[in-house]
């Protein structure tokens, strides 16, 4: 069954970078589009990036346009989000979340159980 | 401050209906029938019940139904059961980006 596995994430202060990956297994990881979101504690959801199956191509969220970044190896089945210049306002858990097929717009059937990040001095 | 407005909580008793509202703007929901539905229960990850509007993903049950009327969007939840007690989230396509609502809380009474 699909399976994706998120990790990479933790404490780190204020200024600083992580990068958060995304294990997925179950499917033909290279067929689908792949997307971020995240939940701030006790808040709703919020897009951050999606990119394309191929890789070549990726949209980013204007909140976060600049700091974040998003990459694949579809190789590896592996999808990564590169964030820099944390700020306290990032704390939330990630999710990757693999994108519905043959549905408009961007949907998301498949996700990971999320992985926190708390930015914090 | 989410894109989409949605009402913080609803309730309804078992077996009964409860809509919940999602509001947008003429860049998305009013724009596109790309709005989807997730249902999130307490420390789980959101899963997909609704998508272009008014579709099922295979395997979410019929009592779960989504319409939309100019830039409003709303899910009815008909047949309430204890099951169905989660965070509702309403998100719409907008040009290369989602944009999602604060989420609802439903409160099977």
């Known amino acids: 069954q699909v399976q994706l596995v998120e990790s990479g994430g933790g404490v780190v202060q204020p200024g600083t970078s992580l990068r958060l990956s995304c294990a997925a297994s179950?499917?033909?990881?290279?067929?689908?589009?792949i997307h971020w979101v995240r939940q701030a504690p006790g808040k709703g959801l919020e897009w951050l990036a999606t990119?394309?199956?191929?890789?070549?191509?990726?949209h980013i969220a204007d909140s976060v346009k600049g700091r974040f970044t998003m990459s694949r190896d579809n190789s590896k089945n592996m999808l990564y989000l590169q964030m820099n210049t944390l700020r306290a306002e990032d704390t939330a858990v990630y999710y990757c979340a693999k994108d519905f097929p043959r549905a408009g717009g961007y949907n998301f059937d498949y996700w990971g159980q999320g992985t926190l990040v708390t930015v914090s001095s | 401050q989410s894109a989409l407005t949605q009402p913080p909580s609803a309730s309804g008793s078992p077996g009964q209906s409860v809509t919940i509202s999602c509001t947008g703007t003429?860049?998305?929901?009013?724009?596109?029938?790309?709005v989807s539905w997730y249902q999130q229960h307490p420390g789980k990850a959101p899963k997909l019940i609704i998508y272009?509007?008014?579709k099922r993903p295979s395997g979410v049950p019929d009592r779960f139904s989504g319409s939309k009327s100019g830039n409003t969007a709303s899910l009815t939840v008909t047949g309430l059961q204890a099951g169905d007690e989660a965070d509702y989230h309403c998100?719409?396509?907008?040009?290369?980006?989602?944009?999602f609502g604060g989420g609802t809380k439903l409160t099977v009474l």
């Open positions: 272009e509007v008014d």
């Open positions: 990119i394309s199956y191929v890789g070549n191509n990726q």
């Open positions: 998100s719409s396509y907008a040009g290369d980006k989602e944009v």
């Open positions: 003429s860049s998305d929901v009013g724009n596109y029938n790309y």
């Open positions: 179950g499917l033909s990881f290279y067929s689908f589009d």
